[in-house]
């Protein structure tokens, strides 16, 4: 079965220390990962993807993003953590079926909620 | 420039009245997207529109009707909802399917 799944409902972390949040998957094949993040009352922001290469992508907003294909793991990173950078954060994976129409399906796992403290 | 951009931001409506959600891009996108999303739940996808055909209804009830005049506008009519309708509903287009999926800010529908 194709998933994604992110393990800690909650991160905390106080400002300027490094920050993960933890996104694990389970597809066939080669995987198309991807980080969103929403802040409240807003709607998604596209952060970074993984399709090829480097293990270590660059996003926006100085996150990155270590993809490791033996643990099956697409894990968010960033240095030295901001206040502003408290919100929700998604992992995506694209579902490797395509549907008789030809058509992707993205697979959201269900959000993790980053505070950072001051 | 990735925007979409959607109208109304805030919907208020009644059970009985017919209303529709808006969304545009000019990226050149060919695939649009309408998800519904639950106050701290991911989203959910409803359907996919791809090259203005919909490929995707993931059994969205029909009291959601959605419609894709061109390449770059995506409309989702509403009519009769339910209370449990209440949601943020976010549009997305990517350039085909299989790519990078960019969301609009969305709109807040609440049903009364």
């Known amino acids: 079965a194709q998933s994604v799944a992110q393990p800690e409902d909650q991160v905390n972390v106080a400002e300027g220390n490094p920050l993960t949040v933890k996104c694990t998957y389970s597809?066939?094949?080669?995987?198309?990962l991807f980080w969103y993040v929403q802040y409240p009352n807003r709607g998604l922001q596209f952060l970074l993807k993984?399709?090829?290469?480097?293990?270590l992508v660059k996003g926006s907003y100085g996150f990155e993003a270590e993809f490791n294909k033996s643990q099956t793991s697409f894990h968010l990173k960033k240095p030295s953590a901001l206040v502003s950078d408290s919100a929700l954060y998604f992992c995506a994976v694209r579902d490797m079926r395509v549907t008789t129409s030809g058509t992707y399906k993205y697979i959201f796992g269900t959000g993790t909620r980053l505070k950072v403290l001051a | 420039d990735t925007e979409v951009t959607q109208t109304p931001k805030h919907l208020v409506m009644g059970m009985t009245n017919k209303k529709s959600l808006k969304c545009e891009q000019h990226?050149?996108?060919?695939?649009m997207y309408w998800y519904k999303q639950k106050a701290k739940k991911p989203p959910e996808l409803m359907f996919v529109y791809s090259y203005e055909k919909l490929s995707i209804n993931e059994s969205v009830p029909s009291r959601f009707s959605p419609e894709c005049p061109n390449s770059s506008l995506l409309n989702l009519h509403l009519h009769a909802l339910q209370p449990e309708d209440s949601a943020l509903y976010l549009c997305a287009s990517s350039q085909d399917s299989g790519n990078t999926i960019y969301f609009g800010e969305g709109s807040w529908l609440t049903v009364v």
């Open positions: 990226m050149g996108h060919r695939a």
């Open positions: 597809v066939s094949g080669n995987p198309y």
């Open positions: 993984y399709i090829t290469g480097d293990n």
